[in-house]
């Protein structure tokens, strides 16, 4: 089973930017596309962009313009750079694969953003 470990999280200032990364203990390339996702406390978790094997993106409207998801595929690592962050981007990260069936989920990483 592969095991996902995310990390890149902290508190940055509006406007502020932070990469995130998302190492998988296996290949993640057999896959058709791995995601980004964010969860803050009493809320779903929310998609928030993927990656195909291809290499097509795809993002939430809320964060088009601002993230970029993208891979390396020697480290099976997915990375998400965050620019232009807004206090509304303050949630918990987590990778794993764009459609169930899911990965079992890594802890995730948190990301703050004060105003």
């Known amino acids: 089973q592969v095991q996902l470990v995310e990390s890149g999280g902290g508190l940055v200032q509006a406007g502020g930017s932070l990469r995130l990364s998302c190492a998988a203990s296996g290949s993640i390339f057999r896959f058709s596309a791995m995601a980004w996702y964010r969860q803050t406390p009493g809320k779903q978790r929310e998609w928030v962009a993927a990656l195909t094997a291809g290499g097509i993106t795809n993002y939430a409207d809320s964060v088009k313009g601002r993230f970029t998801i993208s891979r390396d595929n020697a480290k099976n690592t997915v990375y998400l750079q965050m620019n232009s962050l807004k206090p509304d981007d303050t949630a918990v990260y987590s990778c794993?694969?764009?459609?169930?069936?899911?990965?079992?989920w890594g802890v995730g990483t948190q990301v703050t953003v004060s105003s």
């Open positions: 794993n694969k764009d459609r169930a069936p899911f990965l079992t």
